[in-house]
C-alpha cells in the first residue's frame, strides 16, 4: 500500500481517527533529507500494510498542523497511537533505523 497523502483537512480522520498506528513524515520538495527517507517510507508502508499506515504531510501545503504539533525541523517522523503522538524522531535516517524505532515503540512486529 503506498504512503497516504494527508492535509491540515484530512488529518484528524486520517491519523488521529486511524484503527491502526500512523507513522507520519513532515516534508517538503526542496528538503533533501526528506527525498532520502522516501523510498524506505514506500517500502515500509508496502511491507507493514497490515500493521501500521504511513502518511505524509507536505509543510509548505498544509502548514496548520505541524506548527499545532511543534513541527521545528525537517524530515519530523511522529508516531500515532490512538489518537496520540507516542513517539517523534527528527532528522533523516536509513530504514533499518526507522524499523528499529518502530518495533521499540510497538506499532511494527519484528521481521522474520
Known amino acids: 500500500m503506498p504512503t497516504l497523502k494527508v492535509t491540515d483537512d484530512s488529518f484528524e480522520a486520517d491519523v488521529l481517527?486511524?484503527?491502526?498506528?500512523?507513522?507520519?513524515?513532515?516534508w517538503a520538495e526542496w528538503c533533501g533529507?526528506?527525498?532520502?527517507?522516501?523510498?524506505?517510507?514506500?517500502?515500509?508502508?508496502?511491507?507493514?500494510?497490515?500493521?501500521?499506515?504511513v502518511a505524509k504531510i507536505n509543510i509548505e501545503d498544509s502548514p496548520m498542523t505541524p506548527s499545532k504539533l511543534g513541527v521545528?525541523?525537517?524530515?519530523?517522523?511522529?508516531?500515532?497511537?490512538?489518537?496520540?503522538?507516542?513517539?517523534m524522531k527528527v532528522g533523516a535516517m536509513p530504514k533499518?533505523?526507522?524499523m528499529e524505532w518502530?518495533?521499540?515503540?510497538g506499532a511494527a512486529k519484528p521481521a522474520e
Do not use: N
Open 96 to 98: 533499518q533505523k526507522i
Open 72 to 87: 521545528k525541523g525537517i524530515p519530523t517522523l511522529m508516531l500515532f497511537k490512538d489518537g496520540h503522538m507516542a513517539s
Open 102 to 105: 518502530l518495533v521499540e515503540s
Open 17 to 26: 481517527k486511524a484503527s491502526k498506528p500512523v507513522l507520519v513524515d513532515f
Open 33 to 53: 533529507p526528506c527525498k532520502q527517507i522516501g523510498p524506505a517510507l514506500e517500502q515500509i508502508a508496502d511491507d507493514y500494510a497490515e500493521q501500521l499506515t
